[in-house]
């Protein structure tokens, strides 16, 4: 693999991907995608033509170990010299996850705003448990973010979305490993949605403001794959991982309270947050700014029974990790309570 990514924007960059295969010294590349973006992913090998080797379109959420080993098995079987993930985070995902087991080399055409396709980190679930690694080998060689495969997210997918790559510049700022470039990358992609996601909300098919927010999704995306995550991270995997709550949704509801409960240990690192979306709280000022745009503001509304709370604020504080502030079960408690009922952040 190359340690420079090689990242490109466009309006309708997808249909270069077989040339993009081709830079890559590679004739045989296996498509990936969900059930759900199969016809995309059929328009995409008709596309590449000739440098198609196949399609596996079984990619899940979490990236179980199964799924990744049938697709390997495809990958084998059509003589496979290369991968090309179409989708979210979870397609993204099984290509990462093929390459560690094989080197194969990756072209990343990223549907959502997740970031996944920009970091070295892979997450996996076999029997239940979800591992995390970092890994050179999986970052994909290609990105190519076409404008034109975001305009057709749906408008509440759109924002929680963008809400969960801004999750990754929030806590960028306060990490532990934060340095000047860290800080200039979370900023840029902060402002790159602060830029974009009202437009492209009010105009789904605005190219020119999705491609905007492309650039947040890449920038989020790399400062995640350069920082410790904190308090924000560890609460989303405890409530995805104990409860099945949907992973971007879940970002969009707990990051104005994990950055209320940071502020008094962090507030110097967060106050370019408060002074980018406006006002003197970065807390409010995110709760504001997801409130602008329709985002879900409750756990309770993800699904979530008020009875988990306290098992929840448990797991969470249970094993010691790094936080600006100390992680507290009773404080942390009195956060999921106040996330739970939709109540600002306090
Ligand atoms: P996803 O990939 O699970 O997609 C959710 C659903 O939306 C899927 O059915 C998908 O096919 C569909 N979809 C995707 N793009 C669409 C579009 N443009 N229009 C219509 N439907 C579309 O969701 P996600 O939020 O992108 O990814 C979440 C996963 O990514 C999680 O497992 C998370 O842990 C992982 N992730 C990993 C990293 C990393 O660095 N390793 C970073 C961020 C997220």
């Known amino acids: ?8 924007f466009g309006a309708g960059l997808r249909h270069e991907a077989g040339d993009e295969v081709e830079r890559l010294g590679c004739a045989r590349a296996l498509i990936l995608s969900t059930p759900h973006q199969a016809e995309l992913a059929m328009d995409l090998a008709a596309d590449i033509g000739a440098h198609c080797a196949g399609l596996f379109t079984g990619a899940a959420m979490h990236t179980p170990v ?3 080993q049938a697709a390997m098995a495809h990958a084998q079987e059509t003589e496979a010299d290369c991968l090309v993930s179409v989708g979210g985070g979870s397609t993204i995902g099984l290509g990462k996850a093929i390459a560690l087991r094989t080197d194969l080399p990756q072209v990343a ?5 997740a970031g996944s396709e920009a970091t070295p980190i892979l997450g996996q679930t076999e029997n239940g448990a979800k591992t995390t690694l970092t890994d050179p080998r999986v970052r994909p060689e290609t990105v190519l973010y076409d404008a034109e495969l975001v305009a057709t997210l ?3 997918m759109t924002v929680t979305s963008a809400l969960n790559a801004m999750a990754h510049a929030v806590e960028a700022l306060y990490a532990r490993d934060r340095d000047e470039d860290t800080d200039a990358l979370a900023m840029e992609g902060l402002r790159a949605f602060v830029d974009g996601l009202a437009a492209v909300v009010e105009t789904p098919g605005d ?17 995640l794959g350069r920082s410790s995550m904190a308090l924000h991270h560890k609460l989303c995997h405890t409530l995805g991982g104990m ?11 707990v990051l104005p309270h994990a950055v209320a409960y940071n502020m008094g240990a962090a507030a110097r690192e967060l106050a370019p947050v408060a002074e980018l979306l406006g006002g003197d709280d970065p807390a409010r000022a995110l709760w504001d700014f997801a409130g602008s745009l329709d985002a879900p503001r409750s756990l309770r509304g993800l699904g979530m029974e008020e009875g988990d709370i306290d098992r929840c604020a448990a797991a969470a504080a249970a094993n010691p990790y790094w936080n600006p502030r100390p992680v507290e079960e009773d404080a ?9 009922a939709g109540e600002a952040p306090a």
């Not at 942390?332 to 739970?340: F, G, N, T, V």
């Open 109 to 113: 055409i990223p549907t959502t705003y």
């Open 207 to 223: 190219l020119a403001a999705r491609e905007t927010t492309q650039r947040g999704a890449w920038a989020c995306g790399a400062v």
């Open 66 to 68: 199964e799924v990744t």
């Open 332 to 340: 942390i408690r009195a956060l999921l309570a106040r996330a739970w």
């Open 1 to 8: 693999m190359t340690t420079e990514q090689r990242v490109r």
């Open 154 to 156: 749906p408008a509440a």
């Open 243 to 253: 409860l099945g709550l949907p992973h971007a949704e879940t970002h969009a509801v």
